[in-house]
């Protein structure tokens, strides 16, 4: 299937569309799409009269040039079925009649033979769209008996952390972040990953506001920050406890604000105890100088506001480190002002939106223990998983133990079927394969997790090939395999006024936006208030103290240095969206080292030599690039890099171990622990 050509010499009228971008980052960006002869050609930020105000201006380069990866040669065009040995990616076309029935008979011989947990879904952020997830692939799921997805490969921690504390309270808006007279951007990198804070952040250092950054790179907000942080990664919690244990002890503890707000203010107090400056500053490697400056300008500053990034909480102390940082503003009584008080995800603005399916209590199996499930019966209780169906996500390129998830892949009995866009590195090892359509071709809903904002977004140009959504391919299975009830939601419209609600799905216009019902910029404790039970902020909630093994705020050192005494970190790079796009990325990607620690290995030769990079999960081959604006100790591999990215074939996760996180049973990338040696040339 080929994708229309203007003719040469043809003179093509563009059309102007206006919608919005609904990939996995906090922006949620208003969108002007130019189309020409049924192509999308530019797109660019929506002019200030539609655009959300946060997003008016400027959008990421990514989503500018999204027409590479809409009509580039990994698109996939039609449904396909495996020809070769798995994950040789060699597909013969079938049609969707084909491949449904196919579908269908797998998932009814699993049920028959094993029971319908032999089967699951696995889908993680890759739509983000409100309309491509939890709507008809629910059903489908859920009505089936199949196992259940813990989505707990980002956020889980976090989302922990910010329910037991605040109920998941609505936090401060990016846009207000221009009024604080101190902001600390804490283990997030905007400049990649929500890059509309980043002028707002140079307004409120022009106003005379100051900037404090928490990250284990000189990232390049960290270079026009007042003050860097350079934490070892994991080692939040020991800054973040000794920040509380001086606040109690200096007077700087709103007692008042306390008193009628929070609970659990004397557990807290206690375990912040032992936190004193120095043993902070040998936990985390910061200067104590710089741990008592931050101490005195967060204490003295008002409005004083925390952007809590998810830097924080992929390691085996995340939980707790977040939870103390968000304690924070409650313990400094920072709220009540405008700018005052933190932000983490925003997406509890909207906290009425959505539809739930009911469960129907089958297991549910932790995505970031993917590979031990899929080749270690022992590894889950009930039947072995037989039907693996992947959409919204690429597994193999982002959750840990990287050779654990490929051999189970390659399982010769496990039927895989990986819905998506483009032939991912998961998708190379699907038994078959259905072309998913982008949020430019389908409809869709917008949720900002940083702007506050629900914007509706619409197909702006035809989909590419036989593409299909979401809703229409799990509406189908589930018809077919006859889960489909009279009152579900079936069409585009239907679905979403399920999803909004009858009222709000009224005032939204097709390409317009509407802000939550707490306004657009909330100011915290004053329009937002916690969505705990007794309305108050807890410091240390029970549920919390109970799932840590020995307790919340309980700091654990890091394991494995003895063996790998190099820490390998992975976050997000501003080429992709986890590994979406990544197919686009030229050439190969490096690994990055601080020029100490390649010195102390001879690799400090100036030739970005080849290096392995090595663990006990496995090993990646690569070039080597010196960075001194790492702290000496970490290296950076990217995350989401596809596997042609690297000479070894796979990527970051193949070093990331599958532990879990303290609180939330999130992953913990960052808490790889490696060596690093020259390869000869
Ligand atoms: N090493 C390392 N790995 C990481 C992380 C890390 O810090 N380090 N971070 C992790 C984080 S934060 C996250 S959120 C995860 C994300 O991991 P994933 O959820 O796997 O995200 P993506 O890699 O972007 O893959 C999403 C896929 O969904 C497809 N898709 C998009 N829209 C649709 C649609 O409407 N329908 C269908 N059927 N498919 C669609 C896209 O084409 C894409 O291939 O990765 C994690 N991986
Ligand atoms: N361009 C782009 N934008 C994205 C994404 C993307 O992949 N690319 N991904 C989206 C998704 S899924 C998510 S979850 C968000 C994530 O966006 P962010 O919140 O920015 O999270 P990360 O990119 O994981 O890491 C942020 C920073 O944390 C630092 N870091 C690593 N370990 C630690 C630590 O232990 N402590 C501290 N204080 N800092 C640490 C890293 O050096 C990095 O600079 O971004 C979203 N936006
Ligand atoms: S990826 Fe983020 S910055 Fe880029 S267009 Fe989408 S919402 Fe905006
Ligand atoms: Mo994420």
């Known amino acids: 299937m080929t994708v229309p050509e203007p003719t040469p010499g043809e003179v093509v009228q563009a059309t102007l569309h206006h919608t919005a971008c609904t990939l996995d980052c906090p922006d949620s960006c208003s969108l002007e799409v130019e189309v020409r002869d049924g192509r999308v050609d530019k797109v660019r930020a929506a002019p ?12 990421c380069s990514k989503v500018g040039r999204i027409s590479r990866h809409l009509y580039g040669e990994d698109r996939l065009l039609h449904p396909a079925r495996r020809t070769g040995p798995k994950g040789d990616g060699a597909f013969e076309r079938i049609s969707w009649e084909e491949a449904l029935d196919l579908i269908v008979s797998r998932m009814t011989e699993a049920r028959t033979a094993f029971g319908g947990e032999s089967v699951l879904p696995v889908s993680y952020g890759g739509s983000n769209g409100l309309m491509t997830q939890d709507t008809a692939d629910a059903i489908l799921f859920r009505r089936f008996g199949a196992s259940a997805l813990a989505r707990n490969v980002c956020a889980a921690p976090s989302t922990a952390a910010a329910l037991g504390l605040y109920g998941k309270m609505a936090g401060v808006a990016l846009e207000d972040y221009e009024h604080a007279s101190l902001a600390i951007v804490w283990g997030a990198n905007p400049s990649s990953t929500g890059i509309h804070l980043v002028p707002i952040l140079r307004t409120m250092q022009a106003r005379g506001g100051k900037l404090v950054v928490v990250d284990p790179r000189r990232t390049p907000l960290a270079k026009k920050a007042d003050l860097h942080l350079q934490p070892r990664p994991g080692t939040d919690l020991c800054l973040a406890l000794a920040l509380h244990r001086e606040l ?13 707000h929070a609970t659990g203010v004397e557990e807290l107090r206690r375990r912040a105890e032992p936190w004193t400056f120095a043993r902070a500053a040998e936990a985390t ?13 967060y204490s003295a500053s008002s ?13 085996r102390n995340g939980g707790s480190a977040v939870a103390a940082i968000l304690a924070l503003p409650a313990v400094a009584g920072k709220f009540q002002v405008r700018a005052g008080g933190y932000t983490m995800s925003n997406g509890s603005a909207f906290r009425d939106v959505g539809r739930r399916e009911p469960s129907p209590g089958t297991r549910i199996v932790n995505m970031n223990h993917m590979g031990r499930v899929l080749t270690d019966p022992d590894a889950i209780q009930g039947p072995p998983i037989k ?6 996500a690429n597994p193999l390129a982002t959750l840990p133990n990287q050779e654990l998830v490929r051999r189970g892949l390659a399982r010769e009995d496990l039927f895989v079927v990986v819905f998506d866009q483009v032939l991912t590195d998961t998708a190379r090892y699907a038994d078959l394969v259905l072309p998913a359509t982008t949020f430019l071709e389908h409809h869709d809903l917008a949720m900002g997790y940083g702007a506050m904002v629900l914007h509706a977004t619409k ?4 989909a590419v090939g036989e593409a299909r959504s979401n809703n229409h391919v799990f509406g189908e299975l589930a018809d077919r395999l006859g889960l489909l009830r009279h009152d579900d939601p079936r069409s585009d419209a239907e679905w979403r006024q399920t999803v909004l609600g009858r009222e709000r799905s009224r005032r939204l216009s097709d390409d317009g936006w509407v802000t939550p019902r707490t306004g657009r910029r909330p100011i915290q404790f004053v329009d937002a208030f916690p969505y705990t039970r007794d309305r108050k902020v807890h410091l240390c909630p029970p549920s919390l103290d109970a799932e840590a093994s020995q307790g919340l705020y309980a700091f654990h050192a890091a394991a494995g240095a003895e063996r790998y005494p190099l820490t390998l970190i992975s976050p997000s790079v501003p080429q992709t969206v986890s590994s979406t796009f990544g197919q686009l990325r030229p050439g190969q990607v490096p690994l990055e080292m601080h020029p100490r620690d390649a010195a102390a290995r001879g690799l400090d030769t100036g030739d970005k030599p080849r290096v392995r990079v090595f663990n006990d999960y496995g090993e990646v081959r690569c070039r080597l690039r010196l960075n001194p604006d ?39 990338f960052n808490d790889a622990r490696v060596q690093v040696e020259a390869l000869a040339d």
């Open 285 to 297: 490697g910061i200067p104590e100088a710089d741990i008592a400056r931050c101490h005195e300008w």
């Open 387 to 392: 039907v693996l169906f992947v959409y919204n």
């Open 303 to 315: 409005p004083a506001v925390i952007r809590c990034g998810w830097g924080v909480e992929r390691n």
């Open 630 to 668: 790492l702290k000496p100790g970490v290296t950076l591999l990217p995350k989401g890099a596809w596997f042609r990215s690297t000479e070894s074939d796979n990527n970051a996760c193949a070093l990331a171990p599958d532990t879990l996180t303290d609180v939330g049973a999130g992953a913990c």
């Open 459 to 462: 197909p702006v140009a035809p």
């Open 248 to 260: 109690f002890r200096r007077g700087g503890a709103d007692l008042d604000f306390l008193a009628e």
């Open 48 to 59: 200030p009269d539609l655009a959300h105000p946060l997003t008016s201006g400027f959008i």
